[in-house]
């Protein structure tokens, strides 16, 4: 058996994966803390649906590369990256059903009305772009002799090529709209507010999912700014200037961490090509624990640059806002300190407010 088997499997896998977390999510009640355990419960639940996904293809014998070699007579490289796009495409349903069995719980939580329509359209469209990009990469890693170097390259230049695209990565698997003349008004002068300039801006859809967000992504010199339109509905002025400054001051952070993920992922894959997979476990835990208290460092530095701009009172009680329309925690376990590569929010307000 091979493309019927693993369709079957992949169907399967995903009704099951989807029926699993709705019945998961009937433990959560109304907007609580219980919302704040959505994203690791979802996160969970969609790794192990995966898991469960590939054991499901190993056990029914499925593969994807026979009947793609059989249907196309070409090169063997367009033949494996068929293969790569038929094995991400079928992940990314897995996932996609998994969320949409989640769905519910999180509509309930964080008391939003967002569509399964929308919702569905929105998450599809980051998980296929996402996981078609990770496929070309891998056929492409596959079609070499992989070495030490030129896995370290090969990681490096995906890295690069993410971060210069980001802008248009990101118009393309979200919403993405210019501001209106009132919008770019307002943002013009809450930038002026914190003491910021030189961004293209760009604001987001996310009145349903009330996501008060701002993030800066492109190269020096072409730089956006996007911002969601349900910040700019749900704060005020004050708030809504403290967060663009704590957004910009923050941008080169997000430059630290990806050529960070960039070095630490290309040592991974050469230490892991060159038959040395306690080293490169090694690296895995080694390099988020040395990253993190450099990258603490530099979120209260940009703390620190916000707070110069608009005020350090000013800045904590924004940051304290949007965690409470977020209902997100302020105060972050360790560990997940330490991957995000970041301090916890409570961290950040109490540094501000005892400075």
Do not use: C
């Not at 469960?52 to 056990?59: N, Q």
């Amino acid at each position: 058996m091979s493309l019927p088997a693993f369709a079957a499997a992949t169907a399967v896998t995903t009704v099951l994966a989807h029926g699993l977390m709705r019945l998961l999510g009937r433990r959560y009640g109304s907007s609580d803390r219980a919302s704040r355990r959505l994203r690791r419960d979802l996160l969970v639940g969609s790794v192990l649906s995966l898991v469960g996904w590939l054991v499901a293809v190993v056990a029914a014998d499925g593969s994807v590369h026979p009947a793609v070699a059989n249907l196309l007579a070409g090169p063997e490289f367009a033949r494996t990256l068929l293969t790569a796009y038929g094995y991400a495409l079928a992940g990314t349903a897995v996932v996609l059903g998994t969320y949409l069995g989640y769905l519910p719980a999180i509509r309930r939580t964080r008391e939003v009305e967002l569509g399964t329509g929308t919702a569905a359209v929105r998450v599809a469209r980051w998980l296929v772009v996402a996981a078609l990009f990770a496929a070309t990469a891998a056929a492409a890693a596959f079609s070499v002799s992989l070495t030490p170097l030129t896995a370290a390259v090969g990681v490096a230049l995906v890295a690069a090529g993410a971060y210069l695209a980001a802008p248009w990565l990101i118009a393309l698997t979200q919403s993405v709209r210019e501001p209106t003349d009132e919008e770019r008004a307002r943002i013009d002068s809450l930038l002026d507010r914190a003491d910021a300039d030189g961004y293209r801006l760009r604001v987001l859809d996310r009145r349903e999912e009330e996501n008060a967000s701002a993030f800066v992504r492109g190269p020096p010199g072409y730089r956006h700014l996007f911002v969601t339109d349900y910040l700019l509905d749900a704060l005020d002025d004050d708030d809504a200037a403290a967060m663009l400054a704590v957004t910009t001051a923050n941008a080169r952070h997000t430059a630290y961490r990806l050529g960070l993920v960039a070095v630490g992922g290309g040592l991974l894959l050469a230490t892991l090509s060159a038959g040395r997979p306690l080293v490169g476990v090694g690296l895995l835990v080694a390099v988020p624990t040395v990253g993190y208290p450099v990258g603490r460092r530099l979120v209260f530095h940009a703390d620190d640059r916000a707070a110069d701009a608009v005020g350090a009172g000013r800045v904590a009680d924004a940051l304290d806002t949007v965690a409470q329309l977020h209902d997100a925690s302020l105060d972050a376990g360790l560990l997940a300190r330490v991957l995000s590569l970041r301090p916890s929010v409570g961290q950040r307000i109490d540094r501000l407010r005892a400075d």
